[in-house]
């Protein structure tokens, strides 16, 4: 919860909200009172709230988001990071293989992401939540350039063309029509997050091994803990107050977080970065289906042809290596 005094000489105030940390942002609602004993407002998907005629006096300024417009949270997304990391510790302390190194990579890892997901919250609060979504999901993108320029990686002219279908399926899915808009602040602080996230994806690759792959994700989890804690605390962190609250919040920390870093883990130490990427990509396309299947929304065209371009990238992705596989061994008979 954030107090904020309002001077008597205020009228009126802009305040731009944000709430936690996916692509699919267009599906997120939002709500808002500026007391405690007020009622929320209706939901809506915008991100920027404005009051007028205030008066002097001090506000508890609350926010809450929600996917399906029925189960709502305020709880800092360094809550649920920090329950993740005692449950991997707990639930992996026989299988750890904690050596300087996995602990330094694990440190740089876990740091990458937090601070990317920072980046990506700040740049939120400046710009459209939908450009705000299509310009993160523009690491597909960064991700093989970055492996080009740092590691002179060579990216197949098929996987190239996989980045680009998902970057049109990202925009179709994201966008809505709008565009993007004018360029500023919040679009280059997402462009950032954007960067960031690709050297993760790039780095996770490199460092990974299957063996040091749960080692290595509990060491990320409590990174981004701290990191996302730190960002947390100017506005302070409200924990949840019903037991049915903790119960999202221990889904989101143990499935969305626990399960989902060491499987990214596991899987990025066997498969390239740039395949990864694109991959993770689809995650729209996930968000859409369950919005039609448990929201209730209907199929629209946009859905279909944002989804099957994503869908389209996967495959080209995953059946570059064996083209150059089979031209390789064409060459070598």
């Known amino acids: 919860m954030k107090m904020n005094r309002i001077a008597a000489s205020l009228v009126a105030a802009t305040i731009n909200a944000v709430f936690g940390f996916i692509v699919a942002w ?9 007391r405690d004993g007020d009622p929320w407002s209706e939901p809506t998907s915008h991100t920027t709230f404005q009051f007028y005629n205030l008066t002097s006096g001090r506000y508890a300024l609350r926010f809450a988001g929600s996917l399906d417009g029925v189960h709502w949270t305020e709880t800092p997304s360094a809550v649920r990071f920090a329950i993740a990391t005692v449950f991997l510790a707990i639930v992996g302390f026989k299988h750890l293989r904690m050596s300087r190194r996995t602990l330094t990579y694990g440190v740089g890892l876990g740091t990458l992401y937090g ?19 299509f310009v993160t999901g523009l690491y597909v993108v960064i991700t093989p350039l970055l492996a080009a320029v740092l590691f002179k990686a060579r990216i197949g002219l098929w996987t190239w063309v996989a980045v680009g279908l998902a970057t049109v399926g990202l925009g179709v899915l994201s966008l809505n029509g709008s565009g993007l808009g004018s360029v500023g602040l919040g679009e280059v602080l997402t462009l950032a997050s954007a960067a960031v996230y690709a050297a993760h994806i790039i780095a996770l690759s490199r460092w990974a091994t299957p063996e040091t792959s749960l080692s290595l994700a509990i060491v990320q989890m409590a990174m981004i803990t701290i990191v996302c804690g730190i960002g947390a605390l100017p506005g302070g962190i409200q924990l949840p107050s019903q037991g049915t609250d903790w119960l999202r919040i221990l889904y ?7 399960l989902t870093i060491v499987l990214q883990t596991w899987a990025q130490a066997i498969v390239e970065p740039t395949r990864a990427a694109v991959i993770m990509a689809s995650e729209p396309v996930w968000a859409a289906g369950f919005a039609v299947g448990l929201g209730g929304e209907r199929i629209t065209g946009r859905m279909l042809l944002g989804g099957l371009s994503i869908v389209v990238a996967m495959y080209l992705v995953e059946l570059a290596p064996r083209l150059a596989r089979r031209r390789s061994s064409a060459a070598g008979g």
């Open 26 to 34: 267009t599906l997120v609602r939002y709500r808002f009172r500026i």
């Open 115 to 133: 601070v990317a997901q920072l980046l990506q919250t700040a740049g939120l609060g400046l710009t459209q939540a939908s450009t705000s979504g």
């Open 252 to 258: 989101l920390a143990l499935v969305a977080g626990a």
